[in-house]
């Protein structure tokens, strides 16, 4: 049986509206991970992983989310002609169907990678990478309708200036769309306020504590979150383990949520999962407390798993752990207690989706992912068949 997609904008859509929900543009990576590491191999030493998964990263972390929680994403990329860019491509068109019409694959062009060991719930990493042959505004040209486009902030490429890289961005922003920002680390440590200017043409903003508090000049999150609420309608911080603050002055709305507590495994992409949750809440209208608290539940199912980008939810997973958590409130205390009033919300969300809704991907370039146990299926098969052999990956059911 193949995987069911869930709608949740399906009263929303008109033969008139955006082709899209979501348009993205930025650079894919293969991400090879290895989890289950002792330590960090010192030098001239050779280690081994417990596991390992492949799959795409960068850009595709976004992409892949917020196809995963039913939104209609189109993403527009640089992917080499080698293998590893064949691979990226077929997981993002074939199984996670994001619409690829606007991103080309380029001759001789060595597919971005990156390398990410996993050790003590931190991680390393390692990248290898070549400028994209065209810049993101040759490459889009001009952007297709969408409700939302989810951007980065840049020095390099300002959103608001006429012209410039970005200038497709600010473009969508024109015809409708709803722009969420985010904002990368400052290796410099200068963290120039300037940035923020290009908030001007943005609907939302969504840092972790540690960049807002860096970009303000704040001395803490909640201080760091009315400076942005000066700039944007919709201020976001997110703040790890001790959960998310919001502000919406289109409805009047502020809001802070806890995260629920689970055991984080791999933080890659964790931000990504966040971010397309309030996305998506932010379309649907929800009232931000309940935005805050499923973009928070989606981070804290992906932190739980191996795997990068195919580690993000999906409508199943999700359906999953609401029924789980709502079976065991009656007796699990005051925090279980807490858990289901504050995800209630769910009731009415969750009767709509399919059995056979989408799951979380096997996060592997091989047949078998390394970070949990065989199916039994796979278990009975010939013992000399290569388990490492090349295969498309597999969408859980």
């Given at each position: 049986?193949?995987?069911?997609?869930?709608?949740?904008?399906?009263?929303?859509?008109?033969?008139?509206?955006?082709?899209?929900?979501?348009?993205?543009?930025?650079?894919?990576?293969?991400?090879?991970?290895?989890?289950?590491?002792?330590?960090?191999?010192?030098?001239?030493?050779?280690?081994?992983?417990?596991?390992?998964?492949?799959?795409?990263?960068?850009?595709?972390?976004?992409?892949?989310?917020?196809?995963?929680?039913?939104?209609?994403?189109?993403?527009?990329?640089?992917?080499?002609?080698?293998?590893?860019?064949?691979?990226?491509?077929?997981?993002?068109?074939?199984?996670?169907?994001?619409?690829?019409?606007?991103?080309?694959?380029?001759?001789?062009?060595?597919?971005?990678?990156?390398?990410?060991?996993?050790?003590?719930?931190?991680?390393?990493?390692?990248?290898?990478?070549?400028?994209?042959?065209?810049?993101?505004?040759?490459?889009?040209?001009?952007?297709?309708?969408?409700?939302?486009?989810?951007?980065?902030?840049?020095?390099?490429?300002?959103?608001?200036?006429?012209?410039s890289p970005s200038g497709w961005a600010e473009r969508a922003h024109r015809d409708g769309a709803l722009l969420f920002a985010d904002v990368g680390w400052d290796p410099s440590g200068g963290w120039p306020r300037s940035l923020l200017d290009q908030l001007s043409v943005c609907h939302a903003?969504?840092?972790?504590?540690?960049?807002?508090?860096?970009?303000?000049?704040?001395?803490?999150?909640?201080?760091?979150?009315?400076?942005?609420?000066?700039?944007?309608?919709?201020?976001?911080?997110?703040?790890?383990?001790?959960?998310?603050?919001?502000?919406?002055?289109?409805?009047?709305?502020?809001?802070?949520?806890?995260?629920?507590?689970?055991?984080?495994?791999?933080?890659?992409?964790?931000?990504?999962?966040?971010?397309?949750?309030?996305?998506?809440?932010?379309?649907?209208?929800?009232?931000?407390?309940?935005?805050?608290?499923?973009?928070?539940?989606?981070?804290?199912?992906?932190?739980?798993?191996?795997?990068?980008?195919?580690?993000?939810?999906?409508?199943?997973?999700?359906?999953?752990?609401?029924?789980?958590?709502?079976?065991?409130?009656?007796?699990?205390?005051?925090?279980?207690?807490?858990?289901?009033?504050?995800?209630?919300?769910?009731?009415?969300?969750?009767?709509?989706?399919?059995?056979?809704?989408?799951r979380r991907a096997a996060a592997t370039i091989a047949r078998y992912a390394d970070v949990g146990p065989r199916p039994a299926a796979a278990r009975s098969e010939p013992e000399d068949e290569d388990p490492d052999t090349p295969r498309a990956p597999v969408q859980k059911e």
């Amino acid at each position: 049986m193949s995987a069911q997609a869930y709608d949740p904008l399906a009263g929303e859509r008109t033969p008139q509206g955006p082709q899209f929900d979501v348009f993205l543009a930025g650079t894919v990576f293969l991400d090879i991970i290895f989890t289950g590491l002792p330590a960090m191999p010192a030098a001239g030493t050779e280690i081994w992983a417990e596991g390992m998964g492949s799959c795409p990263g960068g850009i595709a972390n976004l992409a892949i989310a917020t196809s995963r929680l039913g939104l209609r994403t189109s993403l527009a990329a640089a992917f080499g002609d080698d293998d590893y860019g064949d691979f990226c491509w077929r997981t993002l068109e074939e199984q996670e169907a994001v619409d690829l019409s606007r991103s080309r694959r380029f001759e001789h062009w060595h597919s971005p990678v990156t390398v990410s060991m996993a050790v003590d719930r931190d991680r390393s990493m390692v990248t290898h990478g070549h400028r994209p042959p065209l810049a993101a505004s040759e490459l889009i040209g001009c952007p297709p309708r969408s409700r939302a486009v989810i951007v980065t902030l840049s020095p390099d490429e300002p959103l608001d200036t006429p012209g410039s890289p970005s200038g497709w961005a600010e473009r969508a922003h024109r015809d409708g769309a709803l722009l969420f920002a985010d904002v990368g680390w400052d290796p410099s440590g200068g963290w120039p306020r300037s940035l923020l200017d290009q908030l001007s043409v943005c609907h939302a903003f969504m840092p972790n504590a540690t960049e807002a508090m860096a970009y303000t000049r704040t001395d803490t999150p909640r201080d760091a979150l009315y400076a942005i609420a000066d700039r944007v309608p919709l201020a976001v911080v997110t703040d790890g383990a001790n959960g998310a603050m919001a502000i919406d002055s289109t409805t009047g709305e502020e809001a802070f949520v806890p995260a629920p507590r689970v055991t984080a495994l791999d933080p890659t992409g964790a931000g990504d999962v966040f971010g397309a949750g309030i996305v998506l809440g932010t379309l649907c209208r929800w009232p931000l407390a309940d935005r805050l608290a499923f973009a928070g539940v989606c981070a804290a199912l992906a932190v739980q798993q191996f795997g990068g980008s195919l580690a993000a939810p999906g409508w199943g997973d999700i359906a999953d752990w609401w029924h789980e958590v709502r079976e065991s409130a009656r007796h699990s205390g005051a925090y279980g207690n807490s858990l289901a009033r504050r995800y209630a919300f769910l009731d009415r969300l969750v009767p709509a989706v399919p059995v056979g809704a989408v799951r979380r991907a096997a996060a592997t370039i091989a047949r078998y992912a390394d970070v949990g146990p065989r199916p039994a299926a796979a278990r009975s098969e010939p013992e000399d068949e290569d388990p490492d052999t090349p295969r498309a990956p597999v969408q859980k059911e």
